[in-house]
T-cell receptor
Framework: AQSVTQLGSHVSVSEGALVLLRCNYSSSVPPYLFWYVQYPNQGLQLLLKYTSAATLVKGINGFEAEFKKSETSFHLTKPSAHMSDAAEYFCAVSYGGATNKLIFGTGTLLAVQP | GAVVSQHPSWVICKSGTSVKIECRSLDFQATTMFWYRQFPKQSLMLMATSNEGSKATYEQGVEKDKFLINHASLTLSTLTVTSAHPEDSSFYIC?????????????FGPGTRLLVL
C-alpha cells in the first residue's frame, strides 16, 4: 500500500536556525506531493506542491522542498526559523486517478525556541 | 484565491440531535470535496469523498447513515452528523479540489469543532 513517512513527530529548532522536516513516500511512480501547515484549531494551509516542473519547489513563508526521485523524498526546509513557524506540518501525496485521495503523513510538530 | 469556508466553526449540541456542517468553495468550483475527521494530536482521517450531483463515497468503517453528505452544487457540500453522540465529538475538516487544477490540489476549510454533550 502506498504510504507517506514523516520522520520525527516532534522537531525543535532555535529561532534563526535551519528547519528540516523529512518526508518519504513509498512508490516507484512519482506522485503529486504536497506540504501543508496546520496552526492550532485551524484547517490546513497549502505551503507548496510538487508539479514536476522543477525538483526544487518554493512555497509560502520562505519554505521550500526538493523532490528527489532516487530517494523517494520531498523534505521541507527553511533557512531561518521564525517563532511564527511553530505549527504542525503534514506531508501528503496523491496518485491521481478517479478518486484522487490524499495520503497524509502522521505530521511533524515544529517547535521554535527563542 | 482558493478559499474554502466552513460553517459553523464550532458547535455544541446535546446527545441525540443532528448537526449540519457546511463547506463552501468561495472563489472556485469544486466537483469534488472531501470530509476529514481529526482527533487530537493526530493526522487527518478521510471519511468520505463528495462528488457534485452524485452519491458520496465513504471510507471503510464510516457509517454512511450516520454521516450524511450532500454535494448539491459546485461550491457547496454539507455533512450532517445524525443522532450525534459524545463519541462523535471531534474536529471535522473539509477540503475542495479546484476542477481546473490539473495537479489535483486540495484546499482545506478552517475546520468545525463539534462537542456532543
Amino acid at each position: 500500500a502506498q504510504s507517506v513517512t514523516q520522520l520525527g513527530s516532534h522537531v525543535s529548532v532555535s529561532e534563526g536556525a535551519l528547519v528540516l522536516l523529512r518526508c518519504n513516500y513509498s512508490s516507484s511512480v512519482p506522485p503529486y506531493l504536497f506540504w501543508y501547515v496546520q496552526y492550532p484549531n485551524q484547517g490546513l494551509q497549502l505551503l507548496l506542491k510538487y508539479t514536476s516542473a522543477a525538483t526544487l519547489v518554493k512555497g509560502i513563508n520562505g519554505f521550500e522542498a526538493e523532490f528527489k526521485k532516487s530517494e523517494t523524498s520531498f523534505h521541507l526546509t527553511k533557512p531561518s526559523a521564525h517563532m511564527s513557524d511553530a505549527a504542525e506540518y503534514f506531508c501528503a501525496v496523491s496518485y491521481g486517478g478517479a478518486t484522487n485521495k490524499l495520503i497524509f503523513g502522521t505530521g511533524t510538530l515544529l517547535a521554535v525556541q527563542p | 484565491g482558493a478559499v474554502v469556508s466552513q460553517h459553523p466553526s464550532w458547535v455544541i449540541c446535546k446527545s441525540g440531535t443532528s448537526v449540519k456542517i457546511e463547506c463552501r468553495s468561495l472563489d472556485f468550483q469544486a466537483t469534488t470535496m472531501f470530509w476529514y475527521r481529526q482527533f487530537p494530536k493526530q493526522s487527518l482521517m478521510l471519511m468520505a469523498t463528495s462528488n457534485e450531483g452524485s452519491k458520496a463515497t465513504y471510507e471503510q468503517g464510516v457509517e454512511k447513515d450516520k454521516f450524511l453528505i450532500n454535494h448539491a452544487s459546485l461550491t457547496l457540500s454539507t455533512l450532517t452528523v445524525t443522532s450525534a453522540h459524545p463519541e462523535d465529538s471531534s474536529f471535522y475538516i473539509c477540503s475542495a479540489r479546484d476542477r481546473t487544477d490539473v495537479y489535483e490540489t486540495q484546499y482545506f476549510g478552517p475546520g468545525t469543532r463539534l462537542l456532543v454533550l
